[in-house]
């Protein structure tokens, strides 16, 4: 305090140093690449088989090409050289449901109780991979194994031990007909108050090529004492009218409830936890 004015000193404090700024970019070169990922998929799923295209944009050859998710493991090309492009069509089970809430662990690789060979060892490789950008069901990921870069080094030297390398890159089916392979949903509110009621609304995209009708279920987790915890009560917006409609156990939504390929949710609880499914009429 100087007088009857407050002053405020900052000592030893470079706040108005300049300091230099570095920006970091990435690029992937290749013929024709543009803005591709490193390797490009354009692949669909009908009447459960992954069909579409591959193109190694690399310089390095990429074997043991696969799709993989959380809990599937699809393989679609054993060997993509450099610049190369491969069609696809391997069959998949991606099973008929999609969690939209509820909170999700990341799977134990079922390879990890399965007796040690080279193959159960790969295949825990490739689920771990996979783990950096698939977690969730409805999300995936292409993994692929390369040869270890020699630029490594460690104490300025190579590493002598042996060791697996692999590519993964986040990806996305252009079309399915199938519910199993939709992504994850959002949470676009949340209102209420917890916990004695909780409100939430979801947004859930409709894979492209789903014609066979969708249905909306929701079922409450453990989390109260059986005969305290109410059932949960959903209601799904109509895009083309602007109201929300209660839905019947079991029922297929209209065509104003999944207009534009998304269908939006709102659903009522009594804040225990309630898992939300995506599934194929039947």
Request: charged share 15%; hydrophobic share 45%.
């Amino acid at each position: 305090m100087v007088a009857s004015a407050p002053v405020v000193t900052f000592p030893n404090v470079p706040v108005w140093d300049v300091r230099p700024v570095e920006t970091l970019s990435e690029t992937h070169k290749g013929a024709d690449a543009g803005a591709a990922m490193p390797i490009e998929a354009r692949l669909s799923l009908r009447a459960g088989r992954v069909q579409g295209q591959v193109v190694n944009h690399t310089a390095r050859a990429v074997r043991d090409l696969q799709l993989a998710s959380p809990s599937v493991q699809v393989p679609l090309v054993g060997s993509l050289a450099p610049g190369a492009s491969a069609a696809v069509d391997a069959p998949l089970n991606a099973g008929t449901a999609s969690v939209l809430g509820g909170k999700l662990g990341i799977p134990v690789p079922p390879a990890v109780f399965q007796p040690a060979s080279a193959q159960t060892a790969v295949t825990t490789m490739v689920t771990l991979a996979a783990t950096e950008v698939a977690v969730r069901p409805g999300e995936w990921a292409l993994v692929g194994q390369v040869d270890r870069t020699d630029t490594l080094r460690v104490g300025g030297e190579r590493p002598h031990s042996m060791g697996q390398a692999f590519v993964v890159e986040p990806a996305l089916l252009a079309s399915a007909d199938t519910a199993g392979a939709a992504a994850p949903a959002r949470l676009v509110s949340t209102y209420g108050k917890p916990p004695a009621s909780v409100v939430e609304v979801f947004e859930q995209p409709v894979p492209r090529g789903l014609t066979r009708g969708v249905v909306v279920t929701a079922s409450a987790q453990q989390g109260k004492p059986i005969g305290l915890a109410t059932a949960p009560s959903i209601q799904v917006y109509d895009w083309s009218s602007g109201t929300w409609n209660a839905v019947p156990a079991g029922a297929a939504l209209t065509a104003g409830e999944v207009a534009g390929g998304v269908v939006r949710v709102r659903v009522s609880t009594d804040g225990s936890p309630v898992t939300l499914a995506l599934s194929d009429a039947s």
